[in-house]
């Protein structure tokens, strides 16, 4: 499996953010997009997850679902965590494990959320986690449902040392597996990731 983009451009409130913007990510290879504040770093991972529209250029995505279109093969972490506040934290990711996975059978939720140190908060409204909770709550729809590409914005935002260290596990087994990872951050990811730098001038 290999992601292509071509010349992509991007244009937001009627303004281009990037131009021409061309790379490559193979199967089993972690890339960290990079740039300035502005720069179009979410941009560029909405416009994979098919959230915001390719004003021009192509994007490919080589060995996988021809019939589906890419933003369905992707697991998007935005900066907002999705949930509702009023479900548990094991019904909310239930909800989305049967969403993301066209409700296919196999409950993998339980294990995501032990994998993720949830499992003594099942049963707490989702309104009641610290930020870093949200944030692994978010996180642990990337393995109770399995999709080749990540795209990762801010992924250690508010996460303390070991659930960083668990994300790295967790991104170092989807890429051995084969996954490719996009990653926007400011700060170190914590896994071996080429950089792919956006925004500059010229
Ligand atoms: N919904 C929107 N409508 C119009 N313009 C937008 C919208 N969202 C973002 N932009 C603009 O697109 C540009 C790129 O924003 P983006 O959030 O992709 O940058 P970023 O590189 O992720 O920045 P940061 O490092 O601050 O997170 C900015 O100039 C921003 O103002």
């Known amino acids: 499996m290999r992601l292509n983009a071509d010349a992509l451009t991007c244009q937001r409130g009627g303004r281009i953010v990037f131009r021409d913007l061309s790379f490559e ?100 409204p989702a309104s009641y986690l610290s930020a870093g909770q949200r944030r692994r709550l978010a996180l642990a729809r990337l393995i109770s449902v399995r999709r080749p590409i990540w795209l990762l914005d801010e992924p250690t935002a508010a996460l303390d040392q070991a659930s960083q260290q668990v994300l790295a596990e967790i991104m170092a087994e989807h890429l051995a597996g084969g996954g490719l990872i996009l990653a926007a951050t400011h700060g170190p990811l914590g896994i071996p990731a080429r950089e792919l730098r956006i925004g500059e001038p010229g």
């Open 25 to 124: 990510v193979p199967a089993g290879e972690a890339i960290q997009v990079v740039g300035r504040n502005g720069a179009g770093k979410s941009s560029l991972l909405r416009l994979i997850a098919g959230l915001v529209r390719i004003e021009a250029g192509e994007l490919r995505f080589e060995g996988g679902d021809p019939e589906a279109p890419i933003g369905e093969q992707a697991h998007y972490c935005g900066h907002q965590d999705a949930f509702k506040g009023a479900l548990t934290v094991a019904e909310n990711l239930a909800f989305w494990t049967a969403f993301l996975g066209s409700g296919k059978p196999g409950d993998t939720s339980g294990a995501a959320l032990g994998r993720l140190g949830l499992d003594h908060l099942a049963d707490l």
